[in-house]
Nanobody
Framework: QLQLVESGGGLVQPGGSLRLSCTASGFIDDKRLIGWFRRAPGKDYEGVSCINFEDRSTYYADSVKGRFSINIDSAKNTVYLQMDDLKPEDTGVYYC??????????????????????WGQGTQVTVSS
């Protein structure tokens, strides 16, 4: 099973940017989907952005459209989440997870929070002045 490790979180002021990394322990084949999820204090997990390695289709939650961008670096087995124009409501622990094209699309993975395996440790993002 693919092991994923998140990194890149931190403290940033509103309007700032961060780039999160989700690095896999091995090769990510083109039948995979990788998604970014977050959990804000006192709230349930939310699917932020998901990407399908096979057709490179993507999904973004309405709350992050136009501000966040997900992309793949296959050579590094890494999926990045570029987060711009950050807002205090983006604060939370960010996790990445994997799924397979047999079981989900980028949209369903994010909206149904459907993934294989378990949550990792995540990376904390705090947006505050």
């Amino acid at each position: 099973q693919l092991q994923l490790v998140e990194s890149g979180g931190g403290l940033v002021q509103p309007g700032g940017s961060l780039r999160l990394s989700c690095t896999a322990s091995g090769f990510i084949d083109d039948k995979r989907l990788i998604g970014w999820f977050r959990r804000a204090p006192g709230k349930d997990y939310e699917g932020v952005s998901c990407i399908n390695f096979e057709d490179r289709s993507t999904y973004y939650a309405d709350s992050v459209k136009g501000r966040f961008s997900i992309n793949i670096d296959s050579a590094k087995n890494t999926v990045y989440l570029q987060m711009d124009d950050l807002k205090p409501e983006d604060t939370g622990v960010y996790y990445c997870a994997a799924n397979h094209v047999l079981f989900a699309t980028a949209q369903s993975m994010c909206t149904r929070k459907a993934f294989l395996g378990s949550w990792g440790q995540g990376t904390q993002v705090t947006v505050s002045s």
